[in-house]
C-alpha cells in the first residue's frame, strides 16, 4: 500500500472516529424519552446558553466541561453575580424591556424564588431526571436543587484541644460559655441582622429547636461574639487565632482552604449533630429564555449524576440521593444524612413561613446579642 492511500485510509479512519465520537455523544442519555433527541436537535441550532448564577467560574468548570463533551455544539456562558437575589432582579428588569436575558437561574435564595414562582415566570419543565430526586429538592414545578450545601462547627486547634471539640451546638455553647473570658470577642458567625443567608441557617435552626435555641443564642452572646458576612473572613481570622472558633460556617467555603496541609493541621471542624443546616441552591428554566432546549440540556445534565458529581469537583456539595464522596468530592448530601441522621438536617430552603417572620426573627436577634 502507497504512503498516499496509508495516509488516506488514517484520515477516513480518524473521521469515522470522530464522527462516532460525535454520534453518541449527542445521542439522548439512556433511559430518556425518544423525544429528547428533538430537544438536542433544537438546542444544537440555538447554539448558546447564558446562566445567571452566584456561583464561580471555578464552581462552573468541571459541569461546562463535562456538558461540552456531551454537547460540543452548544457555547455555555456564566455571569457570576455578587449576590442571590440579583439573578431574579436582572432577569426581571430585562423582561420588562424584552431585552436579552438569561436561559437559566442557579442561585441559593429561597425568598426569591418564591417570589419568582409566585410572578409565573418559572418554566414548567419536568424533567427527565426528576424522579431521581426527593420532594424536598423539588419546591415548585421547574425548580430543581443544584447542591445542599452544610454549615458547619469550625475552630483553631491550638485553641479547642483535642477531647474538647464540639460535634452539637449544645456542645459548642457549653464549651464556649466555660471559656467566656478567655474567648470573649473572639467566635463568629453569619449576622442575621446583616445578611440573609444567616437568617436563613438562623431560622431554620430555631425552627428545629424553639426556645431551646434562642436560649443556646442567648448564652453565647454574654461572649459578645462577632459577626461577619461571608465564610472567608471567618476562616481566615479563626485561622490566625483572631477568632476561636465560628458557629454555622460556610463548609464550602471552610473545605478548600484544608488542602492546604498547613491550615489542615490548624483548623479543625465538625458538622453539627443536633440539627444540620443544609443551603438548598435552585435551579430553573425563566419563562424568558431565548434557548429554552440548551437550557433543558444544562439542567438535565446538572442534575444528573454526573452533573452533580461535576459541581462536587467545582466545590459544592453534590444534592442528588445516592451519589457519595470521593474523586475530589469531599461530603455529598448522602454522606452527610449518613454522618447527623436526616431527622437532623435542618434544610435552608422554600419556606413561606421564613419570609412572614423575618421582622420579628431579626427584632429578637438583634435584642438577644445586643447588636443594633
Known amino acids: 500500500m502507497s504512503g498516499i492511500d496509508r495516509r488516506s485510509l488514517m484520515v477516513m479512519s480518524m473521521l469515522g472516529a470522530t464522527m462516532g465520537l460525535r454520534g453518541t455523544a449527542q445521542a439522548a442519555p439512556n433511559g430518556y424519552p425518544e423525544i429528547y433527541q428533538k430537544i438536542i436537535e433544537d438546542a ?128 459548642f455553647v457549653e464549651l464556649a460559655v466555660a471559656n467566656e473570658k478567655a474567648w470573649r470577642n473572639r467566635i463568629t458567625s453569619y449576622g442575621v441582622h446583616q445578611t440573609t443567608f444567616g437568617y436563613g441557617i438562623s431560622y431554620a435552626f430555631v425552627k428545629k429547636h424553639g426556645e431551646k435555641a434562642w436560649d443556646w443564642f442567648a448564652q453565647l452572646a454574654k461572649l459578645s461574639p462577632r459577626f461577619e458576612r461571608s465564610g472567608g473572613p471567618m476562616t481566615e481570622k479563626v485561622t490566625s487565632g483572631e477568632y476561636v472558633t465560628g458557629w454555622f460556617v460556610s463548609a464550602i467555603t471552610f473545605w478548600p482552604r484544608l488542602n492546604d496541609p498547613a491550615r489542615a493541621r490548624i483548623l479543625g471542624w465538625s458538622f453539627i449533630g443536633d440539627g444540620q443546616p443544609v443551603v438548598l441552591r435552585g435551579i430553573a428554566i425563566p419563562k424568558g429564555s431565548k434557548n429554552v432546549n440548551a437550557a433543558k440540556l444544562m439542567l438535565d445534565y446538572v442534575i444528573s449524576e454526573d452533573g452533580q458529581r461535576a459541581f462536587g469537583r467545582g466545590g459544592l456539595t453534590p444534592a442528588r440521593p445516592g451519589v457519595q464522596p470521593g474523586d475530589g468530592i469531599r461530603h455529598t448530601y448522602s454522606s452527610i444524612v449518613e454522618a447527623v441522621g436526616e431527622q437532623n438536617i435542618c434544610y435552608i430552603g422554600y419556606d413561606r413561613d421564613a419570609l412572614r417572620d423575618y421582622d420579628s426573627f431579626v427584632a429578637r436577634w438583634k435584642k438577644t446579642f445586643n447588636v443594633a
Open 44 to 171: 444544537q441550532n440555538e447554539g448558546s446558553l447564558l446562566i445567571y448564577s452566584i456561583m464561580s467560574p471555578e464552581n462552573w468548570r468541571p459541569v461546562i466541561e463535562g456538558f461540552n463533551k456531551l454537547y460540543p455544539k452548544i457555547k455555555v456562558e456564566t455571569l457570576d453575580l455578587p449576590a442571590s437575589r440579583e439573578s431574579f432582579e436582572r432577569y426581571l428588569a430585562e423582561r420588562s424591556t424584552n431585552s436579552r436575558t438569561c436561559d437559566l437561574i442557579a442561585t441559593a435564595d429561597p425568598g426569591g424564588w418564591i417570589d419568582f414562582q409566585e410572578r409565573g415566570e418559572v418554566l414548567d419543565y419536568a424533567s427527565p431526571e426528576a424522579k431521581a430526586w426527593p420532594d424536598w429538592s423539588k419546591p415548585f414545578p421547574g425548580v430543581y436543587t443544584v447542591s445542599s450545601d452544610p454549615m458547619a462547627l469550625i475552630w483553631n486547634n491550638a485553641l479547642v484541644p483535642d477531647g474538647k471539640r464540639p460535634k452539637t451546638l449544645a456542645e
